[in-house]
Nanobody, 124 residues
Framework: QVQLVESGGGLVQTGGSLGLSCAASGRTFSSYAMGWFRQAPGKEREFVAAISGSGSRTRYADSVKGRFSISRDNIKNTVYLQMNSLKPEDTAVYYC?????????????????WGQGTQVTVSS
């Protein structure tokens, strides 16, 4: 497993932007596909975006397509989530996830490595 620590959450107004980071430990970061998930109060955790180990493939939830962008830096062992045109319904705790293969996210599943989460609040 890889250890993950998220940062960058906060409070932003509707239409604003926010960037999240997830720092990973270990020397095998590039072998992990990475994903972002979120959980709003009273709701189940849901998929947001994923990126393959090389960064060549990405996948997004329909609700964030065109607004969010996932990227990674395998030198810095970090994955990013840039969130633009934020809406109140984007308010949630955002979690970073690491999986051994990108296909895990394509199948609707998750990896076993989770960060502690970071709160994103979008005010109307």
């Amino acid at each position: 497993q890889v250890q993950l620590v998220e940062s960058g959450g906060g409070l932003v107004q509707t239409g604003g932007s926010l960037g999240l980071s997830c720092a990973a430990s270990g020397r095998t970061f590039s072998s992990y596909a990475m994903g972002w998930f979120r959980q709003a109060p009273g709701k189940e955790r849901e998929f947001v975006a994923a990126i393959s180990g090389s960064g060549s493939r990405t996948r997004y939830a329909d609700s964030v397509k065109g607004r969010f962008s996932i990227s990674r830096d395998n030198i810095k062992n970090t994955v990013y989530l840039q969130m633009n045109s934020l809406k109140p319904e984007d308010t949630a705790v955002y979690y970073c996830n690491g999986a051994t293969a990108f296909v895990i996210y394509l199948s609707g599943s998750t990896g076993t490595s989770w960060g502690q989460g970071t709160q994103v609040t979008v005010s109307s």
